[in-house]
T-cell receptor
Framework: GENVEQHPSTLSVQEGDSAVIKCTYS??????FPWYKQELGKRPQLIID?????GEKKDQRIAVTLNKTAKHFSLHITETQPEDSAVYFC???????????FGTGTRLLVSP | GAVVSQHPSRVICKSGTSVKIECRSL??????MFWYRQFPKKSLMLMAT?????????EQGVEKDKFLINHASLTLSTLTVTSAHPEDSSFYIC?????????????FGSGTRLTVV
């Protein structure tokens, strides 16, 4: 089945810096890759997603890139702010399934 | 947008008792819902896929008799933790897809923190 790995597990940056989180997946047939932000004790919130027929997608300060050949995708956050501090999860949806397989999470801390 | 309601948000129960958690899609019909378990500072682990009108599909290693799932209507799925033990203490969260959303659109419930004492 699908396996998603995520790095780094923790990431500390200064306000205004950029943050990059990387994920790799194992099932080449996976076709949907969302990123979620989860604050302590809260539900995951979708922040951006990308389908396998697209290489890059951007939404204001957030962007996601996908390399199907290498089977990895990355989240890029520019001009980070303290309110960006949270745990971020990547996920992949194996083709033909509706479920999501999540990465292990990255705890992002943005210091003022 | 699509809203998924989960209840209760917190529950404390004694060892050996059973606990039922409800997941409702409020403004859409969901033929499929998903149940996840999350340990502190860990990722979301898919437990099972709940299918309306049929048996749930459990992930490998998840005990079917321990975690009973019922999806009797297009807007409600329930997870019952039977004969709960302290090791079942965890954050349980459901998810559903709004079929009207062509961009997949997985929506999560607010989660249930279960503590077994």
């Amino acid at each position: 089945g699908e396996n998603v790995e995520q790095h780094p597990s923790t990431l500390s940056v200064q306000e205004g810096d950029s943050a990059v989180i990387k994920c790799t997946y194992s099932d080449s047939a996976s076709n949907y890759f969302p990123w979620y932000k989860q604050e302590l004790g809260k539900r995951p919130q979708l922040i951006i997603d990308i389908r396998s027929n697209v290489g890059e997608k951007k939404d204001q300060r957030i962007a996601v890139t996908l390399n199907k050949t290498a089977k990895h995708f990355s989240l890029h956050i520019t001009e980070t702010q303290p309110e960006d501090s949270a745990v971020y999860f990547c996920a992949a949806s194996p083709s033909g399934f509706q479920k999501l397989v999540f990465g292990t999470g990255t705890r992002l801390l943005v210091s003022p | 947008g699509a809203v998924v309601s989960q209840h209760p948000s917190r529950v404390i129960c004694k060892s050996g008792t059973s606990v039922k958690i409800e997941c409702r899609s409020l403004d859409f019909q969901a033929t499929t819902m998903f149940w996840y378990r999350q340990f502190p500072k860990k990722s979301l682990m898919l437990m099972a896929t709940s299918n309306e009108g049929s048996k749930a599909t459990y992930e490998q290693g998840v005990e079917k008799d321990k975690f009973l799932i019922n999806h009797a209507s297009l807007t409600l799925s329930t997870l019952t933790v039977t004969s709960a033990h302290p090791e079942d203490s965890s954050f349980y969260i459901c998810s559903a897809r709004d079929p009207r959303n062509t961009d997949y659109g997985y929506t999560f419930g607010s989660g249930t923190r279960l503590t077994v004492v």
